[in-house]
């Protein structure tokens, strides 16, 4: 039995809060910087760490590739070269992320081919596609959660610009009228992101004090306003305030997800959250950011399908909700006891998995006798070769845990 505590890397980039991860690990609060990402797993730029019983740490990187069958179990470490194929996160978001989008497998491999080709390097700030793999993502709220994601009906659009509209947004709003299926948000959305800046800069502030107009008279559409003046003032002259008219707006509720396929258009505005995601760093970015923005390559990879976004709840199986996407790279369970339940859940060893409480604490029991405490904040790494494992809280209060696998390869 190899039940091995992760210590997990912290990224300090300024979107993230001074209060949420520092709270969550029982460290001083606030922290000296924004902490806007918990990493758990196997990433090549920041691996988790292992502690074994000799107390060693050891890189997850490592341990992986040592013994990848042994990791990862033969099925996963043949599907996908010895890498364990999923990462795990914690998202504290207290400002907006950057909208984009990630590309499918054969986009990526594509992409990383010509890059390759042209000798731009892997860490160069204009490179797309920095290994060959698709980025699918899910998103599981812990808190309520911000997030604007996939193109909205286009018919409910129009009614959102019409109630803003002014005499600059008029004829792109004609232009949608004219044709609202996919094809006809392509076309709005190619216009908008390519517009001169001289015209960008004539635009927005009529939009924006269209917005603060609809606000103030307690719009049917106050909450898209309020997001897309929350988008204007942090980036004035950012054509990604408009393609932000585009999307579906959505709260989501603590346990609620969703899942961002190949070519989602997606922002991530406010709250905390469980990400699970496919090893990769390939991203497109449509604005909102500082960073390198490609608008060919985007729209090379855009989805312009639309209609609501659906929000998943899990399928419920006792006290575990199973979140089924169509991603092979992973699978995102939750484990959930109420205050004063204490009874066992069994975990068949299915693969690699990372296990990761997020209230209270609990107690992990192996076949040989081997038991864990994890405390809230704390997260473990179960190899394939392990067997099933049981879990229970060790107090009468509410506990939660959140289970990553990968998605097809149990051994």
């Given at each position: ?23 969550l690990l029982g460290r001083p609060v606030p922290a000296p910087h924004p902490e806007a990402e918990l990493w758990m797993g196997a990433h090549p730029g920041d691996p988790s760490r292992v502690t074994g019983p000799d107390g060693v740490e050891r890189s997850l990187l490592d341990v992986v590739e040592a013994d990848p069958v042994g990791q990862l179990g033969a099925r996963c470490a043949g599907q996908w070269g010895g890498r364990l194929p999923f990462l795990l996160k914690i998202l504290a978001a207290e400002e907006p992320l ?314």
């Amino acid at each position: 039995m190899t039940v091995e505590l992760l210590r997990n890397a912290v990224r300090p980039y300024a979107w993230g809060s001074r209060t949420t991860i520092p709270e969550l690990l029982g460290r001083p609060v606030p922290a000296p910087h924004p902490e806007a990402e918990l990493w758990m797993g196997a990433h090549p730029g920041d691996p988790s760490r292992v502690t074994g019983p000799d107390g060693v740490e050891r890189s997850l990187l490592d341990v992986v590739e040592a013994d990848p069958v042994g990791q990862l179990g033969a099925r996963c470490a043949g599907q996908w070269g010895g890498r364990l194929p999923f990462l795990l996160k914690i998202l504290a978001a207290e400002e907006p992320l950057s909208m984009q989008a990630h590309p499918s497998a054969e986009q990526a491999a594509e992409g990383y081919a010509r890059e390759e080709a042209a000798g731009i390097p892997r860490d160069a700030g204009n490179r797309n596609y920095p290994d060959p793999t698709a980025k699918p993502e899910l998103v599981c709220a812990l808190t309520e959660f911000h997030a604007l994601a996939g193109f909205r009906d286009p018919h409910r659009t129009l009614e959102l610009l019409r109630a803003v509209d002014t005499p600059g947004l008029a004829k792109y709003t004609g232009l949608l009228a004219a044709q609202p299926d996919p094809d006809g948000l392509r076309a709005l959305f190619t216009t908008w992101i390519t517009l001169p800046q001289p015209t960008l800069d004539e635009l927005l502030p009529e939009v924006l004090d269209a917005c603060v107009l609809h606000v103030k008279e307690r719009g049917e559409f106050d909450t898209e306003c309020r997001t897309i003046l929350e988008l204007g003032e942090a980036h004035p002259r950012d054509a990604g305030v408009l393609a932000a008219l585009l999307l579906n707006r959505l709260t989501l509720r603590a346990g609620e997800a969703i899942y961002l396929p190949a070519g989602n258009l997606h922002l991530y505005l406010h709250g905390t959250a469980v990400e699970i995601l496919a090893n990769s760093d390939n991203i497109l970015r449509c604005g909102l950011t500082p960073k390198h923005v490609d608008v060919p390559e985007l729209l090379r990879v855009v989805d312009f399908a639309c209609g609501d976004m659906p929000v998943l709840r899990g399928d419920r199986e006792g006290r575990i909700a199973v979140y089924r996407t169509d991603a092979p790279e992973f699978e995102l369970s939750r484990a959930e006891w109420a205050a004063g339940d204490c009874a066992e859940v069994v975990l068949d060893g299915t693969g690699p998995q990372i296990l990761l409480c997020t209230e209270g604490e609990l107690l992990l029991c192996a076949g040989d006798g081997t038991k864990v405490e994890l405390r809230r904040g704390e997260s473990v790494w179960l190899p394939a070769s392990d067997p099933a494992v049981r879990l229970r809280p060790t107090c009468a209060g509410p506990a939660h845990l959140f289970r990553a696998t990968a998605g097809t390869c149990p051994d």
